[in-house]
């Protein structure tokens, strides 16, 4: 699915072509998404702009004057921006045109993305329920070891677990909990409450560094959000645990596990990122 990475790429993507633009349609072929799409937005957002493409988490923000639409990709959407009479394909279920002749179209063939309306009568964005809960932006000051480190206290929940709760951090999605643990040298499993300081410190740099490289790595596929053909932005990366299960380890060369941690894959190296058993209580 879309992680944090490529979700950014989105936006970075299609930002150009409409920020500053002006809606002047909006076609909803199937409101059938995650949520049901509000079919009364064909009449609100036609003559609103576009006056600023941001992020929060994994959503996307369109800001108008009026309101905020809240976008997600779900397990399997993409967003790409094409011609105004571009002929739509299977899964193409929501088109935004606009006055410089570009649209923007939404399509997600399992249908788990949104397509959602914040009035700003009602609350600004950042208020609406799927957002006023999320943690800090990874890639923020405010996530940091310091906050990593007081946030596991008391947690004796995995710590692959909690770096993937987005109510602790959000963004650090299943392909970088993976790596960032693997480059911190802890364990998926070992206990949240159980890392030093000095280990959230490493594991926190990590987080950011991991998805700041995918990132960038993304800003490769940009062109790729005006072409009709494919699906942009999500793009192939060096990966040191995650899918390699009975491969090498890029570092000591023993061979990387796979194990389900909360119903998602989990990948790591025993040797590299060995966990401490507790001591048994002398009886």
Known sequence: MPELPEVETTRK?????????KIVKLIVRNPNLRWPVDLSLTKTLPGLP??????????????????????????SGNLRVLPIGTLPQKHDHIDMEFENGFLLRLNDPRRFGAFLWQAHEN???????????????????????????????????????????SQ???GAGNIYANESLFLSQIHPQTPASSLTRKQCDTLAANIKNVLAD???????????????????????????????????????GTLIERIILNQRAS???????????????QS
Do not use: W
Not at 53 to 72: A, F
């Open 214 to 252: 995918a990132i960038e790595q993304g800003g490769t596929t940009l062109k790729d959000f005006l072409s009709p053909d494919g699906k942009p932005g999500y793009f192939e990366q060096k990966l040191n645990v995650y899918g390699r299960d009975h491969q090498a380890c890029p570092v000591c």
């Open 168 to 170: 602790i951090v959000v």
């Open 123 to 165: 609350a600004q964005a950042l208020a609406h329920p799927l957002l006023a809960k999320l943690g800090p932006e990874p890639l923020s000051d405010d996530f940091n070891g310091e906050y990593l480190y007081k946030a596991s206290r008391n947690r004796k929940v995995a710590i692959k677990s909690l770096v993937m709760n």
């Open 267 to 281: 990948y790591f190296c025993p040797e590299c990122q060995y966990v401490k058993k507790p001591r048994r209580k």
């Open 50 to 75: 576009i006056l600023n493409v941001g992020r929060r988490g994994k959503y996307l923000l369109l800001e108008t004057p009026q309101g905020t639409i809240l976008i997600h990709l779900g397990m």
């Open 13 to 21: 993507g299609i930002q150009p072509n409409i920020e500053g633009q």
